[in-house]
């Protein structure tokens, strides 16, 4: 089970121009394994040598379109990045943002082409992600569907282990029944502590249906170093608000 679903692969030419120019820098081209979501059984990730250097690293899983794994990369030299994203449209829009910054193209982003889920856990030592983003997911609204959701013990035992003791996982969603559901995975979880424990809910209305008993408090005020991307004006456009969350991981 996996939860996204591969869609068109044809790019545009300003896409295909941004992708014949900056894919070999900056995605990873691993082995695959049994899917091409999938990485090898011998594929190996040595984050030194992709960077050429040791520091902290921010992974996004499911990076989209670019907006912030780009930004955050051009405004944090100091740290490492990588985006996590199947869809090749939106890793070909990532690099047309990174064609953009030209001269200045940054050198701490790199792109992984693979299933988080099962890739990550395979790539990355245990604690050497610092700050782990999941913006914006799939809500996959339908209740036969909610297995397919991101935010479920599956993905939380393969990536949380990956997160350094102290380190930050932050959430946005623009639904608030995924936002419930995201309160009951992450509040259960032993590795968790809550940023915000007394945050409120965001402010105003809301066009879908809030869940009956969703916490008024423990919620993480807009994350500063998460721009507006399209996602959440297409939530905003709709009347729905936007929840964020933030979680350290406790010290084992």
């Known amino acids: 089970m996996v939860s996204f679903v591969r869609r068109g692969e044809r790019l545009t030419p300003s896409r295909q121009t941004a992708w014949d120019r900056l894919a070999d820098p900056y995605v990873l ?11 090898a059984d011998d594929a190996a990730l040595d984050l030194e040598k992709v960077f050429g250097r040791r520091a902290e690293l921010v992974v996004e899983v499911g990076s989209g379109l670019g907006e912030n794994i780009v930004a955050a990369a051009a405004a944090h030299p100091e740290r490492d990045h990588l985006g996590v994203e199947v869809y090749r449209p939106g890793l070909a829009q ?8 030209r001269p200045a193209l940054p050198q701490n982003l790199r792109l992984l082409p693979l299933d988080a889920q099962r890739a990550l856990p395979a790539l990355l030592a245990p604690g050497s992600i610092q700050e782990l983003w999941v913006f914006f997911p799939d809500p996959w609204p339908k209740s036969r569907h909610h297995k397919r959701r991101l935010i479920n013990p599956p993905f939380l035992d ?22 419930g559901h995201m309160r009951e995975q992450l509040d259960a979880h032993e590795d968790l502590e809550p940023l ?17 008993g969703l916490p008024v408090e423990g919620w993480a005020p807009r994350f500063a170093g998460r721009v507006k991307t399209s996602f959440e004006s297409k939530g905003r456009a709709a009347g729905r608000l936007v929840w964020d969350l933030a979680y350290t991981r406790s010290a084992p």
């Open 29 to 39: 081209d691993l082995p695959r394994g049994e899917r091409d979501t999938l990485p």
């Open 94 to 101: 990532t690099l047309s943002r990174l064609d953009r910054l």
């Open 196 to 212: 915000h424990p007394d945050g409120p809910r965001p402010e105003g209305t809301t066009t879908d249906d809030v869940p009956p």
């Open 158 to 179: 393969a990536v949380l282990p990956l997160l350094a003791p102290g380190g930050t996982f932050r959430l946005a969603t623009d639904w608030a029944q995924y936002a």
